[in-house]
Nanobody, 116 residues
Framework: QVKLVESGGGLVQAGGSLRLSCVVS????????MNWYRQLPGKQRELVAA???????EYLDSVKGRFTISRRNAENTVFLQMNTLKPEDTAVYYC??????????WGKGTLVSVSP
């Protein structure tokens, strides 16, 4: 059974930093794209950052220069370093594991709250 567990969310003041972690069990991540999504109540989930199997990264425009995605395949873990946080970054952040064949898996999410 594939399981993704996020951690690291919490309450932080604007300008602060948080580091999210996602540990995957049940399958290796080295051939996958690892993604971080976020979702506000009543809104669609949006892709925040992606880390491809070939080492490439992509970011939502509004987080470029502030967020960094990284991964440790040997530890089956992906991270999201979030700096200079803004109130508009407040959301539930979800880890996603995606394979080219279409299989995709989700964590249950971790809440990030940024106060003004």
């Amino acid at each position: 059974q594939v399981k993704l567990v996020e951690s690291g969310g919490g309450l932080v003041q604007a300008g602060g930093s948080l580091r999210l972690s996602c540990v995957v069990s049940g399958i290796g991540i080295e051939l996958s794209t690892m993604n971080w999504y976020r979702q506000l109540p009543g809104k669609q989930r949006e892709l925040v950052a992606a880390s491809t199997r070939n080492g490439g990264t992509e970011y939502l425009d509004s987080v470029k220069g502030r967020f960094t995605i990284s991964r440790r395949n040997a530890e089956n873990t992906v991270f999201l370093q979030m700096n200079t946080l803004k109130p508009e970054d407040t959301a539930v952040y979800y880890c996603n594991l995606h394979f080219l064949g279409g299989a995709t898996y989700w964590g249950k999410g971790t809440l990030v709250s940024v106060s003004p």
